[in-house]
């Protein structure tokens, strides 16, 4: 029972040019989000997030958006580097339960 | 970056054998957790804990136990290795229900 769905395993976009990475959940009791960056051989680290209270969060080149009556939120990155590539996983968790569920991730491609 | 260490990094053993990954902290967090990734599932939950002996199971939990006996340890023990359990094992940290810090992975192979 995946609550956390990513269903574009990958992305290729040029540089310069915005990357939107997309993400839905199932589970209403998510009142948290989270993006993860991770490259090869290392952990995942933290990119940015959103409480459920906002429907947009931005950080530099970083906004995500969050649409809570459809369940989904995006990430964008603009203008997309070169050092962005990497694979990008979303996140969720619940005030009341700490257990914070992940997606499969997507692989994002950004070509000079 | 948050002081997280995972060992060992890399572990090679055979089926039916015991295996425990150490994972520990220097940042007092309250919330520990064990992650498995295997491709085209990302990142899994197998247990979390809340506090000392306080834990509980995630999404992937079944020939997993874990052990927190001080906040900064967090081990996990698969009881009798499988080539299913074949992974990389990543742990976490957080001060809440926010963002979680992880560490480096281990990358355990069970053949």
């Known amino acids: 029972d995946q609550q956390v769905k990513q269903n574009s395993p990958s992305l290729s976009v040029q540089e310069g040019r915005i990357s939107i990475l997309n993400c839905d959940y199932t589970?209403?009791?998510?009142?948290?989000f989270l993006w993860y960056k991770k490259y090869p051989a290392e952990g995942p680290t933290f990119l940015i997030s959103?409480?459920?209270?906002?429907d947009k969060n931005e950080d530099g080149r970083f906004t995500v958006f969050l649409n809570k009556s459809a369940k989904h939120l995006s990430l964008h990155i603009v203008p997309s580097q070169p050092g962005d590539s990497a694979v990008y996983f979303c996140?969720?968790?619940?005030?009341?339960?700490?257990?914070?569920?992940f997606g499969a991730g997507t692989r994002l491609t950004v070509k000079p | 970056d948050a002081g997280i260490t995972q060992s060992p990094r890399h572990k090679v053993t055979e089926t039916g054998t015991p295996v425990t990954l150490r994972c520990h902290q220097t940042?007092?967090?309250?919330?520990m957790y064990w992650y498995r990734q295997d491709p085209g599932h990302g990142l899994r939950l197998i247990h979390y804990?809340?506090?000392?002996?306080?834990?509980d199971k995630g999404e992937v939990s079944d020939g997993y136990s874990v052990s927190r006996s001080k906040t900064e340890d967090f081990l996990l023990t698969l009881e009798s290795a499988t080539s299913s359990q074949t992974s990389v094992y990543f742990c976490?940290?957080?001060?809440?229900?926010?963002?979680?810090?992880f560490g480096q992975g281990t990358r355990l192979t069970v053949v």
């Open positions: 959103i409480s459920s209270i906002k």
């Open positions: 940042e007092n967090h309250r919330y």
């Open positions: 804990s809340y506090g000392v002996k306080d834990t």
């Open positions: 976490a940290i957080s001060g809440g229900w926010t963002e979680a810090f």
């Open positions: 996140a969720a968790s619940a005030r009341d339960n700490n257990d914070m569920r």
């Open positions: 589970n209403s009791m998510f009142d948290y």
